[in-house]
């Protein structure tokens, strides 16, 4: 199973000393000699007879079946019911997104022509669905023109969740002439700097793999020498069409498309653009909604609008109900942030709770209720939280290997209370998409950007706030210096909250542990100027 990793497996099988004798399922890494004690194990090797000498053979054999066993497919058919059950299970909001990036939006777009020709910009805030939109432009690039696309990202939670949703619509992720697929921009990176050998330090390993060690310590350096490598004409076209061709399936695509691409840098967009063109990309821009920096990235410098790029604005709400979206913007008012975004009409409702109570049993069974009620399933219901929230662990690999990792510390509490939930805040886990109906996703809040739920609950929020001013170190920008580093550590903060705040479809919960902190005192004036759909709870 190519997609599904040993502590997956593990979680399915439950908690079993003797796993490896009661399964068959091989993960997505696997060492030579598991594969062998797995095989073994299926059925033990045994020596024949002899029948005219009545003495054994001087051999021994080997099969899948036992004696006089014939091939069960209804055994196989209970196999391959798992992921009917996935599918046809995924919830309504699932299946709805599943939809919309599989209808064929391009027809009905302006800026269709220009795909293949110019640079594309999908502009807006959070929550004008950009990130669908790119989803979408990908999908019918693949089924209606055979396409090979990929999208670039930064948050492996997203990357996830995209794949969870090209897995659920069918469409192609692999080395088929047409393909979506998705990936961050730091592997994406990697394979270029493997792929034109650029660094001394890359090795090769016993499989022939070539790999390098302190690629992402030094990402800005390996960067700053393909760049020269392609200014230097070192790396021409004719390097660049072999690469395309020998790592077809890593970096030879017929269109790139950029999720968040305010937020990446120069270095990163001018390399894109010397090794791809920018006719073969289409980007979405969040404004000024930054996180890795708080330096925007100008994608149209030196480019004649309307000739070398085309832009939409994007400026109505998709995602949330109309209450949700006037509480953000209000919100935004009361932080002294620059933020509009207008509600479509027709998504009447939302509603938000305000709690500086712990999050117990008896609001989540009243919510999740009311979720499930709505034709969704438990990974609708998001958790998100805060470094607070988040221990140190040590687990085990599938080669046995200690390893350090991470996990929510309230857990074991939120199990106690019938919450049970798919920690994304697992490195291990962060990459693969939950496949279990019945676990909610949490992750920290700095993975939350392109996600969505039907219900998000924003755990301590306060906390994460505080977390987010402490951590503030301002930098470098192109801007004049009109504002004090004060007041640029609250806009890059307060623009950074609202990010999670945008996540929720239908309801968003959030927890206060500070009531007297000051976003606490703000929630509570939008409480108490609100009260007909915001809720308080002490």
């Known amino acids: ?134 989803l979408s432009i990908a999908c019918d690039l693949a089924t209606q023109q055979g396409a090979r696309s990929l999208i670039l990202t930064y948050n492996h939670a997203l990357v996830s969740d995209i794949k969870r949703t090209l ?91 950029i999720d968040e691409a305010q937020d990446w840098s120069e270095l990163e967009k001018g390399l894109i653009f010397q090794i791809f063109s920018k006719s073969k990309v289409i980007i979405a821009d969040g404004v000024d909604q930054l996180i890795r920096s708080q330096n925007k990235c100008n994608w149209t410098r030196a480019l004649k609008p309307n ?38 009409p027709e998504l009447i409702g939302g509603k938000i709770i305000i709690s500086t109570a712990e999050y117990g049993s008896l609001i989540h069974k009243r ?17 998100l939280v805060p470094p607070s929230l988040v221990e140190k662990c040590e687990i085990i690999d599938e080669f046995k290997h200690v390893k350090e990792d991470k996990r929510f510390t309230l857990t074991e509490d939120f199990k106690r209370i019938g919450i049970n939930i798919w920690d994304g805040t697992s490195s291990n886990l962060r990459t693969e998409y939950a496949v279990d109906l019945n676990l909610h996703r949490l992750l920290q809040y700095e993975s939350c950007r392109g996600l969505e739920g039907w219900t998000v609950v924003n755990m301590d929020f306060d906390k994460f706030i505080e977390y987010k001013m402490q951590t503030f170190v301002e930098e470098e920008t192109n801007e004049l210096a009109l504002e004090s580093e004060e007041e640029k550590r609250r806009k890059f903060v307060y623009l950074w909250a609202l990010i999670p705040m945008t996540r929720a479809i239908d309801t968003l919960i959030i927890t206060i542990r500070d009531k007297n902190s000051y976003i606490a005192r703000v929630l509570r004036e939008l409480h108490n100027e609100n009260p007909d759909f915001i809720e308080w709870v002490e």
């Open 1 to 134: 199973m190519r997609n599904v990793n040993w502590n997956s497996i593990k979680g399915l099988l439950g908690e079993n000393p003797n796993l490896y004798d009661k399964h068959n399922y091989l993960p997505d890494q696997f060492s030579v000699p598991f594969l062998m004690q797995l095989a073994c194990v299926q059925q033990i090797p045994w020596t024949p007879m002899d029948k005219n000498t009545n003495k054994l053979k001087g051999y021994s054999s080997f099969n899948s079946l036992k004696r006089n066993q014939e091939m069960d497919l209804n055994e196989i058919d209970k196999i391959f019911d798992l992921f009917e059950k996935v599918r046809d299970g995924s919830g309504d909001l699932t299946r709805k997104k599943v939809a919309r990036i599989t209808s064929k939006i391009l027809s009905e777009q302006k800026y269709a022509k220009a795909i293949g020709d110019k640079l594309v910009i999908i502009s807006g805030r959070a929550g004008t669905g950009k990130t669908i939109k790119l």
């Open 167 to 257: 897995a659920l619509a069918e469409i192609p992720d692999g080395i088929d002439d047409y393909t979506v697929n998705i990936s961050t921009l730091h592997k994406f990176f990697y394979e270029l700097v493997i792929g034109f050998e650029i660094s001394e330090e890359i090795q090769t390993s016993k499989n022939n793999k070539k790999y390098l060690l302190d690629f992402v310590s030094n990402y800005e350096g390996y960067l700053t020498t393909l760049k020269e490598y392609l200014d230097l004409n070192l790396i021409g076209e004719s390097e660049i069409s072999d690469l395309m061709k020998t790592r077809h399936q890593q970096v030879g695509w017929d269109y790139l498309l």
């Open 307 to 344: 000739f070398d790029f085309t832009k939409t604005h994007e400026k109505r709400g998709l995602r949330q109900k109309v209450n949700l979206v006037d509480f953000v913007n209000k919100l935004a008012d009361k932080l002294n942030i620059n933020w509009s975004l207008e509600p479509k």
């Open 367 to 383: 919510e999740f209720d009311l979720c499930t009620k709505n034709g969704n399933t438990a990974y609708e219901m998001m958790f």
